[in-house]
């Protein structure tokens, strides 16, 4: 509030005690009114110090005269004297605790400027019982309260919290925000602000230290970009750019592509994600099918609200969904990023009780799909600055953040809403780097990288990619590999996976990643795949030992302990082999059984020969000719691995088939 609007708001107070201890400019006397009236022109001219000493005269006239020292308050609270302005309002509540309610509102409010969060809280709540009439007051009041309820719980209750601003590679004297990084941790991706001009800048990690950043001339224009998301793999950039020709509102999304190591023109993303309203932020999810930003068009809850919308198998992209309530809120929602878990979702968020400002919160997505209560990440995580932008890393412990904050000691003062909004350079921001705690870490997460090549030319392979999630038998990606046969992609802790390369005449791959729950793993997987071309002819089964093709192993064909049961996990790595053997009649497969040394040589014979008939007798049952098979066991006879561990006998015991040629 200002000076003059105090002064006049306080004049004009409804006083409703019916035992007045307090006189007011009419009931005064004559001496202490003019001294009132010279200070209320003296605040209209801008002389705070003289309005002061004339207030103070009055109250030697009068010291009944209250509206005098609201007025000195108000005058101590826009200078910055918290102090002397708490003093004086706490002092005109204990002669007349009646005299108006809004005098506990601006003890609330210094208060909480003060970081004295639990009287606060008291002066608010006493405020919002007897305020009846003023709803816009009545608003900021029970969002001072239910702050102030957070705040001094919270700074009881630190997180831990040791930030340690990123090196000079990426920070400069100008601003940096909006950090990404690919999910494999090498390109580090942000926008700088350089005189109000937003950029992209790239910094790459070289011998695990962060280069120089260098802008991203191929995307970065004359205008405004920034807010960028940046698929897994790398392949697929969405961002922000406002006040272009081809836009369809003041600021939309836009994206590119990655086409031999050169992104390709940007092009606005369209309806109906982007309209004539204000779109940004976008974060893609890690497969890069679900994209979420930050819109104000209509039907949302606030001002600004989260929005997601999923790529049909078009390429086009749905009707957005606002995500609704409890993530967004009647107030601004900003700057969500979905872990790669895709199960926890980090946003700021104006709207939720929290330290004041833009705090970090998280939402957990529920069993039934629907998001969880969020949860704000903490004292001294969050503070009365404005936090924003989070990443994740994919195991959960590194994450980044920009803020404007000046240190790390306690609750920074604060920042300035409008310029943080706009991007303003008057805010500066650099971008921080800190381990996220526990409570609020995301499941941790690796990826596979691979690349896809013909086993005899080396030439690499378009190939479709599948990673199904074997307890559901429910696809999680499908993909396909770049120009030069790679692929990435993401893995979230707590399940199985199974995995299937495919190209047209080539024999399939697979792969099996045992994720659950009793897995532990410190580093990716990262593969070389090569495929076996499929000849024109194939030779049908015959005794004796007819030449083949390398064994492919069924990585995902499972039997119960010690038997040849299959296991229904199997069914879909078989369906595949079945699909394959009809796309070729004229091929004609072995399938061989194995196992490992444990137990006795014919037992082991036994065992492996079963089971090959076991997959033998699944493809007879759904239809491929019994003419076209063949089925041999051989025990612990033909060992890949060691089977002095546990995972080299894991290695040993597979079934696997082969061409017949």
């Not at 029970?142 to 919290?161: C, G, M, T, W």
Request: proline fraction near 5%; aromatic fraction near 12%; charge should be negative.
């Amino acid at each position: 509030m200002n000076l003059l609007r105090l002064v006049l708001f306080f004049v004009t107070l409804s006083f409703a005690a019916q035992a007045q201890d307090f006189t007011t400019r009419k009931t005064t006397n004559e001496k202490a009114r003019k001294y009132y009236d010279a200070a209320r022109q003296n605040a209209r001219e801008g002389a705070p110090d003289k309005a002061i000493r004339n207030f103070e005269k009055a109250l030697q006239e009068d010291p009944k005269l209250l509206s005098a020292k609201v007025n000195i308050a108000s005058i101590f609270y826009d200078s910055g004297k918290l102090e002397e302005a708490a003093a004086l309002y706490s002092d005109i509540l204990k002669i007349a605790p009646d005299y108006d309610a809004d005098v506990y509102y601006m003890l609330g409010v210094t208060e909480w400027k003060l970081d004295k969060f639990e009287p606060a809280a008291a002066h608010f709540q006493t405020f919002l019982q007897k305020e009846k009439n003023d709803q816009n007051r009545l608003a900021a009041a029970k969002r001072y309260y239910e702050n102030s309820l957070f705040a001094a719980n919270a700074v009881k209750n630190p997180v831990p919290f040791h930030p340690e601003k990123m090196t000079d590679s990426v920070n400069t004297t100008d601003s940096e925000y909006l950090p990404t990084l690919t999910a494999d941790g090498e390109i580090f991706i942000f926008t700088r602000n350089i005189r109000l001009n937003e950029d992209f800048y790239v910094s790459k990690k070289i011998d695990g230290v962060w280069r120089k950043a260098t802008p991203l001339k191929s995307i970065n224009s004359e205008w405004n970009e920034g807010a960028q998301s940046i698929s897994a793999d790398g392949r697929f950039f969405v961002f922000t750019a406002c006040n272009r020709q081809d836009g369809l509102g003041s600021c939309d999304l836009y994206f590119t592509e990655s086409v031999n190591g050169e992104w390709t023109k940007p092009r606005n993303i369209g309806t109906p994600i982007n309209t004539r309203g204000w779109e940004s932020q976008p974060a893609l999810s890690a497969d890069g099918n679900t994209l979420y930003f930050v819109s104000e068009r209509g039907g949302g809850l606030g001002g600004r609200d989260i929005w997601l919308s999923r790529k049909q198998t078009d390429g086009t992209w749905s009707n957005p969904e606002n995500l609704g309530a409890p993530v967004n809120t009647a107030d601004y929602e900003q700057s969500p990023f979905l872990h790669p878990d895709g199960q926890t979702l980090y946003y700021m968020s104006k709207g939720l009780p929290g330290m004041g400002g833009y705090d970090l919160y998280l939402s957990r997505k529920q069993a039934d799909g629907t998001w969880g209560t969020p949860q704000n990440l903490g004292f001294p995580i969050n503070t009365k600055a404005h936090e924003g932008a989070l990443f994740v890393s994919l195991d959960g412990k590194p994450a980044y953040f920009a803020t404007d904050r000046k240190d790390f000691t306690g609750a920074a003062a604060e920042a300035d809403e409008s310029a943080f909004e706009k991007g303003s350079s008057e805010n500066h921001t650099d971008i921080f780097q800190f381990e996220l705690p526990e409570k609020v870490r995301p499941l941790p997460v690796t990826y596979v990288k691979a690349n896809v090549f013909d086993s005899e030319t080396l030439r690499p392979l378009r190939a479709q990619v599948e990673f199904m999630d074997l307890a559901t038998a429910k696809p999680v990606y499908t993909g396909s590999t770049d120009e030069i046969g790679n692929f990435l992609v993401c893995l979230p802790y707590g399940k199985n996976y199974a995995l299937a390369v495919s190209a047209d005449n080539y024999l399939f791959h697979s792969e099996n990643f045992a994720l659950d729950s009793s897995a532990t793993f410190d580093k990716p997987f990262l593969l070389k795949i090569g495929l076996e071309k499929i000849i024109a002819e194939s030779k049908k089964p015959e005794a004796g030992a007819p030449k083949t093709s390398r064994p492919v192993i069924l990585k995902n064909v499972f039997f119960e302990t010690a038997s040849a049961a299959l296991r229904p996990e199997s069914v879909a790595e078989l369906t595949r082999l079945k699909k394959l053997l009809e796309a070729h009649p004229q091929m004609n497969i072995q399938i061989n059984g194995h196992t490992d040394n444990v137990g006795s040589d014919a037992d082991n014979q036994v065992l492996s020969t079963n089971r090959a008939k076991a997959v033998y007798d699944f493809l007879i049952k759904n239809g491929i000719a019994p003419a076209r098979l063949a089925y041999k066991g051989f025990g612990e006879s033909q060992p890949i691995d060691t089977n002095d561990t546990a995972a080299g006998r894991q290695n040993n015991r597979r079934t696997e088939f082969v061409v017949l040629r």
